[in-house]
C-alpha cells in the first residue's frame, strides 16, 4: 500500500451541507454510574453546591458537546418526571426495572436543567410513551415550558425556577420495538401514541422539534418496515425519525470492527430511502429528518454476558468499556460517516457521557480522565465548521472484511469554512500493517497551507488510557509537509485518526 498513493480530490464546489452543530451531542441515561458518580456526586472534593462534578463539566465543555439527550433511553419508559422536581428530601426511592437498579431521584429534571446550563448545552428530552402516554408528556411539557400561571407552571416556579425552561426539542418515547423495553409496542401501536403526543404536544407550542421512534438497530427484523409504518401515523407530525448504532469487535475480528462506519453509512442510506418513501406515499411537502440520538463502541457482548446486578442497588457500574485506540479510530470514522450525512442528519448523540459507554470516566471521590475516544470527537467538534464537502479519493486500495466484505482502508471528509478561510479535513486509516500514502489535490485552494496536523495513533491498537495512566494516548502533533503546486503529500500510520487543518496564506503580513 505505501507504493500506491491514494489522491483526494477535494474543491469548494462540492458542497453536502451546512455543518450542524447539534452532530456534536451526547446521551445521559439513569444507566449505571452515568449520573451518580458520574454527573452529580454531592460528596465529591470538586462538586459545586448543587452536587455537581466540577471536574467532569469541565471535560464535557472541553469535549465541545452541544446537545444531550436525556434521561433515556431504556430508564425512559418507566420514569415518572414529577418524581425528580422539587424538593430532593421529599422525593420518592424507586425501583427501575430498566437496569434493576434503585433511583433514588436525587438527581432529575431540575438538576439536569440546572447541569445543562452550566455546561453551555441544549437539552434534549424524551418523554415517557412506554408505561404513560399523551396527558404526561403535556403535564411535563407544562412544568417545564410554560411562563407561569398555572398549576404545574406554578410548581416549577415554586420548586424556585421563575423562568421557564424553553426546551425545544423532545423525543416521542425511546426503542419503542424493542421486546425489553418497558410498554413494549407494535409499530401500528407506537405510531398512534406517538402521533397523538406529537399533536397534542404541538397544540400547546406547534414550534416543538419533534423525535418519533425509528428502529433499535439494523439488525431489528422489524428494521425498515417499522419506520415506515410510524411515519405513516406521524410524518406530518414530526421532524426526525430516531436512529441508534453500537459497534464492536467480535471475536478478534479488528477489521471489521475498523469498517462499522460501512455499515453506517448503509444504514442512514435506507433509512433516508424509507422516510422519503412515506414522503411520496403521503404526499408530505416536508421533509423527515434523521436524529441518530445513539451511537457509539459499546461491547455489548461483555455486558449481556454478565447482566444486571441480582441484587437492587443504587447506581452499579454497568458497561464501564475501557477504550482503545482501534475504538477512537471507530469513532472518529463515525464522525466521518455523520458529516457525510449533514444533509440528512442534523442530530447526533454519542452514547454516554460519563462513565457508562462514555468518552469521560470519572473514580468516585477520585479523579475524572479522558477515554481515547474523547479526542476525535472533541477535536472534530471544534474544527468542524462552515459547510460539510465531498471528498473523492482515487487509487484507493481496499480490504476485504467478514462483516462489510471489500471497504476501502481510507475514509475522508472535509469541511470549509468561507469566512475563515479554513479548510479542515478528517481522514481514518483502517490498514493494520503499512502506512497510507495520501496524494492531496488542493488546487481549488490557491495559497493554502497546512497550519496543523494532529494524529491519534499508537503502535499497539489496543493501547487506552486508565486512572493509573490517563494520558496513555493521546493526539499528537506532527511537523506536516509544505503544499507544493497545489498538493499536499503525507502518509497516515495504520489504525489511526488525523485530522489537517489549512489555512489561507496572508500574503500582505
Known amino acids: 500500500m505505501a507504493d500506491r498513493p491514494v489522491t483526494v480530490h477535494i474543491d469548494p464546489a462540492f458542497r453536502i451541507a451546512p455543518v450542524s452543530r447539534r452532530t456534536f451531542g451526547s446521551f445521559v441515561e439513569h444507566m449505571g454510574r452515568c449520573v451518580y458518580g458520574g454527573l452529580y456526586e454531592p460528596d465529591h472534593p470538586s462538586a459545586d453546591a448543587v452536587g455537581l462534578r466540577r471536574d467532569v463539566l469541565d471535560l464535557v465543555r472541553e469535549q465541545g458537546v452541544t446537545v444531550v439527550r436525556y434521561p433515556g ?20 426511592t424507586r425501583l427501575d426495572p430498566a437496569w434493576h437498579s434503585v433511583e433514588t431521584n436525587a438527581f432529575g429534571l431540575d438538576e439536569f436543567m440546572t447541569w445543562a446550563q452550566a455546561a453551555g448545552i441544549e437539552p434534549m428530552l424524551a418523554v415517557n410513551l412506554g408505561t404513560r402516554g399523551p396527558r404526561e408528556a403535556l403535564d411535563l411539557l407544562e412544568y417545564a415550558n410554560h411562563p407561569g400561571g398555572t398549576r404545574l407552571s406554578d410548581l416549577r416556579r415554586s420548586h424556585g425556577r421563575e423562568t421557564p425552561y424553553g426546551i425545544r426539542m423532545w423525543c416521542l418515547g425511546n426503542e419503542m420495538d424493542g421486546p425489553w423495553q418497558l410498554g413494549h409496542q407494535t409499530a401500528h401501536e407506537y405510531g398512534r401514541r406517538a402521533a397523538e403526543t406529537a399533536r397534542a404536544m404541538r397544540m400547546i407550542d406547534p414550534t416543538l422539534e419533534l423525535v418519533a421512534c425509528g428502529s433499535s438497530g439494523p439488525d431489528m427484523p422489524t428494521f425498515a418496515a417499522w419506520e415506515a409504518t410510524v411515519l405513516e401515523h406521524t410524518y406530518d ?13 467480535r471475536d478478534g475480528d479488528l477489521a471489521s470492527l475498523l469498517a462499522s462506519s ?46 444486571v446486578p441480582t441484587e437492587w442497588v443504587q447506581a452499579p457500574p454497568l458497561s464501564e468499556d475501557d477504550y482503545t485506540v482501534a475504538d477512537a479510530v471507530v469513532v472518529g470514522s463515525s464522525l466521518i460517516t455523520l458529516l457525510r450525512h449533514s444533509d440528512r442528519v442534523t442530530v447526533a448523540c454519542q452514547a454516554q457521557l460519563v462513565n457508562t459507554i462514555a468518552a469521560i470516566r470519572a473514580e468516585p471521590g477520585g479523579p475524572a480522565w479522558r477515554q481515547t475516544i474523547f479526542y476525535p470527537f472533541a477535536l472534530t467538534a471544534r474544527y468542524a465548521r462552515g459547510t460539510v464537502l465531498r471528498v473523492e479519493c482515487t487509487s484507493a486500495p481496499t480490504t476485504d472484511t467478514a462483516r462489510y466484505g471489500d471497504v476501502p482502508l481510507l475514509d475522508v471528509v472535509a469541511t470549509y469554512d468561507d469566512d475563515a478561510d479554513e479548510l479542515v479535513v478528517f481522514a481514518v486509516h483502517r490498514g493494520q500493517r503499512e502506512p497510507a500514502t495520501i496524494d492531496m489535490d488542493l488546487r481549488a485552494f490557491p495559497g493554502y497551507r497546512l497550519a496543523e496536523q494532529v494524529v491519534l495513533h499508537d503502535p499497539d491498537p489496543y493501547a487506552r488510557n486508565t486512572s493509573a495512566e490517563p494520558d496513555r494516548v493521546r493526539p499528537q502533533t506532527v511537523a506536516g509537509a509544505a503544499v507544493d503546486q497545489g498538493r499536499l503529500a503525507l502518509a497516515l500510520p495504520p489504525v489511526s485518526w488525523t485530522m489537517l487543518r489549512l489555512t489561507r496564506v496572508d500574503v500582505t503580513a
Open 73 to 92: 433511553g431504556n430508564f425512559v419508559s418507566g420514569y415518572h418526571w414529577e418524581d425528580g422536581v422539587g424538593p430532593r428530601d421529599q422525593r420518592p
Open 237 to 249: 407530525q414530526v421532524d426526525f425519525v430516531s436512529a441508534h448504532l453500537y459497534h464492536e469487535e
Open 262 to 307: 460501512v455499515g453506517m453509512d448503509q444504514f442512514i442510506d435506507d433509512i433516508v430511502a424509507t422516510c422519503d418513501h412515506v414522503r411520496a406515499r403521503t404526499r408530505s411537502s416536508k421533509r423527515i429528518n434523521i436524529s441518530f440520538d445513539e451511537w457509539n463502541v459499546w461491547y455489548m457482548r461483555d455486558f449481556l454476558a454478565t447482566g
